[in-house]
């Protein structure tokens, strides 16, 4: 009779405890989904990560467990052994130092240059600028086999093969455009209404910049001589190609080398030396690698 | 009195300011000249000079001498007609192709999976990934070389603990094949961060309103992929993919160092190994020369996609 006779009434409204049902049913599947997926991400984890596992933890085990055909996965008997070992190799401490040298003037020389290109790209507008970032990104992508012959050839001639600067200068071929690249975006991150403000306060541009900018663009410095540092440090090319003697060496072509040619593999040594490698660069890149990953794929995604 | 000191004065303001407003255009390109100099001192000479090297008989000789000897399109001519040079090409073609797939392809799997995992193994997974990628490459290729080691690598002692097969004392860097795929193994592994991380990013940017919708309207996890989230993806997955193969395209230290210095030979040369024995090993530097224009220029060609994308990035911003 009345509409609100007809409309009033709910479909017949299921027993609550059979909606509860089926919503705990959903549940449920929903969890065990989750669980499968957890189990299989723990299974892609520890496949990922195993390598690094088993460097460390060869390179803590007595030879015994290494050289034994049954592995042991994690030593009861840890040993320091192998550090000792690895250190004590002729030419260690030397590398160490020349890497130190080259990565130090490589960020040094390479972040001032860099920055100043850097303010020039995210802060005006010039003619020729597109061909400058042609240019910078062009250089990112030459791939260093194709470069060694040339560069060698080049420093051959200016006495500064077996140098350590040499290998400076090479360095900062691969990682100048890198750093610029890097910087503008970080620079480019800073509202310009904040400068803008501070010249409106009456501050000249450059004592905006100083007193702005900088400390602002002060983490991305930091991030970016981090990831050249570790570049550098790890850079096996044309270290390998420049410095000829084993005395000047930088640590990577030295690991490189600690097989050499002996039947005999010392697997614990190569291992804890493998480690010492590794550390410096694990360290430094777990404190920046969310401020850098986006670097290359820079406004594909907005980090 | 007054007004010839003001007159003066004005004038006197004047010149400078128009010095100073030349002096302002002129600031970006002050501020680009360092890199500039030292691009062009220790790439642009070089690069030069390896243009001319690529037309001389430029060996040890002429190294001391510093004078290379004309000879015009025989380094050319004999790398093009050079049986190895093709093969080499080839291969490395392939390779490159293998290692970009699987890179892509296992790296945005993780990606979704990260997406659909509890947060703690999230955490967990991203810790383990930033760690892989924090790998230095020969670090790298040590551990490798000792994981798949014949006599003890626990590769072998898994794959027969896991019932694969028996592969005591197998020896993985027998053939070609096997050695280019433990190379691949080792470059997919350390590559596969990257894109993980990447791709993750780019699926936070994905609506969850348009996905919802989709799958309201009936559609799989195939097919949502493929109309949704894909083409969100895609400019990330073209930058992904162009800058892979540049980097695999080119690879040096992991077949170089893992397949090792007294094994690499014509039977499996990649293009970054081979230019390197042919050129620097063998001190032929004009030949060598001709290679690496050859290959530079190949990856030039490829850049192109990779550089337009950035450059329009890079305006838009």
Not at chain 1, 109 to 122: D, E, I, Y
Not at chain 2, 30 to 52: C, E, F, N, R
Request: net charge positive.
């Amino acid at each position: 009779m009345s509409t609100a006779s007809e409309s009033a009434p709910r479909p017949p409204a299921p027993a609550p405890v059979a909606r509860r049902a089926a919503l705990v049913r959903r549940e449920r599947r929903r969890r065990a989904r989750r669980l499968a997926w957890n189990v299989v991400g723990l299974v892609v984890f520890a496949t990922l990560v195993f390598p690094v596992f088993w460097m460390i933890s060869t390179a803590l085990k007595p030879d015994t467990e290494i050289n034994s055909l049954a592995p042991t996965w994690l030593s009861t008997d840890t040993t320091f052994q192998h550090f000792r070992d690895a250190i004590a190799r002729p030419y260690f401490w030397d590398t160490v130092k020349n890497s130190l040298i080259v990565v130090g003037a490589v960020v040094a020389l390479s972040m001032v240059v860099a920055f100043l290109a850097a303010v020039a790209l995210a802060k005006y507008r010039f003619t020729g600028n597109k061909l400058f970032v042609v240019l910078v990104i062009g250089i990112l992508m030459l791939p260093q086999a194709g470069l060694v012959i040339p560069l060698y050839v080049v420093l051959a001639r200016y006495g500064l093969t077996n140098e350590l600067m040499g290998l400076v200068l090479t360095h900062m071929v691969i990682l100048l455009p890198f750093a610029v690249w890097t910087l503008r975006g970080f620079i480019l991150g800073i509202p310009r209404e904040l400068e803008e403000a501070a010249m409106v306060d009456g501050s000249s541009r450059l004592g905006a910049f100083v007193r702005i900018l900088l400390p602002l663009v002060a983490p991305g410095l930091v991030a970016t001589s981090v990831f050249v540092f570790i570049t550098s440090w790890n850079e096996y090319i044309f270290a390998n190609v420049i410095l000829t003697d084993q005395s000047n060496h930088t640590l990577t072509v030295w690991l490189s080398y600690f097989y050499g040619t002996s039947r005999n593999v010392d697997w614990g040594g190569l291992m804890a030396a493998s480690t010492l490698t590794a550390i410096p660069v694990v360290i430094f890149f777990l404190l920046v690698q969310r401020k850098i990953a986006f670097g290359l794929t820079a406004g594909a995604v907005k980090a | 009195m007054t007004v010839a000191a003001e007159s003066s004065t004005i004038r006197s303001r004047r010149r400078p300011r128009t010095v100073r407003r030349a002096l302002r255009g002129s600031v970006p390109y002050l501020l680009i000249l360092p890199v500039i100099v030292v691009i062009t001192a220790i790439l642009g000479y070089p690069l030069y000079k390896l243009v001319t090297l690529s037309f001389q008989q430029y060996g040890l000789p002429e190294l001391i001498l510093r004078q290379g000897v004309w000879i015009g399109f025989d380094n050319y001519s004999s790398v093009l007609q050079d049986e190895v040079f093709w093969r080499t090409l080839l291969r490395t073609m392939i390779f490159t192709v293998a290692n970009v797939g699987l890179t892509i392809v296992l790296g945005t799997s993780i990606a979704f999976l990260l997406v659909r995992v509890s947060t703690w193994v999230r955490v967990l997974l991203t810790a383990g990934l930033v760690l892989v990628w924090s790998m230095p490459a020969v670090v790298a290729v040590q551990v490798w070389y000792w994981m798949t080691n014949f006599q003890n690598g626990i590769l072998n002692h898994v794959l027969t603990e896991l019932g694969v097969g028996d592969y005591t004392q197998h020896d993985w860097y027998a053939s070609t094949f096997s050695k280019l795929a433990m190379v691949t193994l080792l470059i997919v592994w350390g590559a596969i961060p990257f894109v993980t991380i990447t791709v993750y990013a780019g699926l936070a940017q994905v609506p969850r309103e348009l996905v919802q919708a989709a799958e309201i309207d009936g559609a799989g996890p195939l097919r949502v992929f493929r109309d949704v989230t894909f083409p969100i993806l895609k400019p990330i997955f073209l930058i992904l993919t162009s800058l892979s193969i540049i980097w695999d395209f080119g690879v040096f230290t992991q077949p170089y160092l893992l397949i090792g210095a007294s094994h690499v030979d014509t039977t499996n040369y990649l293009m970054g190994v081979y230019v390197f024995i042919e050129g620097y090993a063998h001190s032929d530097f004009g030949r060598g020369a001709a290679i690496s224009l050859l290959m530079l220029l190949m990856v030039a060609a490829m850049s192109v996609v990779y550089v337009r994308r950035m450059v329009k990035m890079g305006e838009t911003r």
